[in-house]
């Protein structure tokens, strides 16, 4: 059994070479590699812009609207395509507006949500352990009568976790305790209240 490993000697290369040199392929083969090459392409017609265009026929099965590039495809959904076959729509949005004013009318009517999401979003991003429910936080206000458990005052609550994120902290609801902004901004990031 060869043990090691085996260097190829540069005549060995040199030889390989030398008998393929002069070697030619006739006319069909030739024309077998560069059909192999090519593949047989199915012409069709753009659907934006109505150009002939080429595309190979695993492709073309693929989708039932066919177009040359890219931008064709963006002006065709911006022009053509009707709200109701759009990816975004969801039987909400109006004729002639965007996702981004569906988007903002959202998040308009829906603060609490969103700024639910947006603590989730930055415990994630802090690589904190656990998550907790809208629906526990909510309990958890009702809990202390909607008031700061610092200054015991009816003030709009923010969360504030007793071990902060940055120090290792979870996001459990065990870890939360309602503050009013002006107690939470004051405490910052120490331990104790």
């Not at 931008?71 to 969801?90: D, M, N, V």
């Not at 981004?100 to 415990?123: D, S």
């Not at 610092?150 to 976790?161: A, G, I, M, V």
């Amino acid at each position: 059994m060869p043990t090691g490993i085996y260097n190829r000697k540069k005549s060995h290369g040199h030889a390989i070479s030398k008998s393929r040199k002069g070697h030619k392929h006739s006319q069909e083969t030739k024309d077998k590699i560069g059909k192999a090459n090519k593949g047989i392409w199915i012409k069709f017609h753009c659907d934006y812009c109505d150009k002939e265009n080429e595309e190979r026929p695993s492709h073309y099965k693929r989708k039932h609207r066919h177009f040359c590039n890219m931008s064709c495809y963006s002006g065709f959904r911006k022009e053509k395509l009707s709200i109701q076959e759009q990816h975004a729509y969801k039987g909400i949005r109006k004729e002639g507006h965007s996702k981004q004013i569906y988007h903002r009318r959202y998040v308009a009517n829906n603060p609490t949500t969103i700024r639910h999401l947006k603590a989730r979003r930055y415990a994630r991003k802090k690589g904190a352990e656990g998550n907790h429910t809208l629906k526990e936080w909510e309990q958890l206000k009702e809990k202390h009568n909607h008031k700061c458990v610092h200054c015991n005052l009816d003030k709009p609550l923010t969360k504030d976790h007793i071990i902060p994120l940055s120090e290792g902290g979870s996001d459990y609801v065990e870890n939360i305790q309602p503050l009013c902004r002006n107690c939470n901004s004051k405490k910052w990031k120490k331990l104790d209240v």
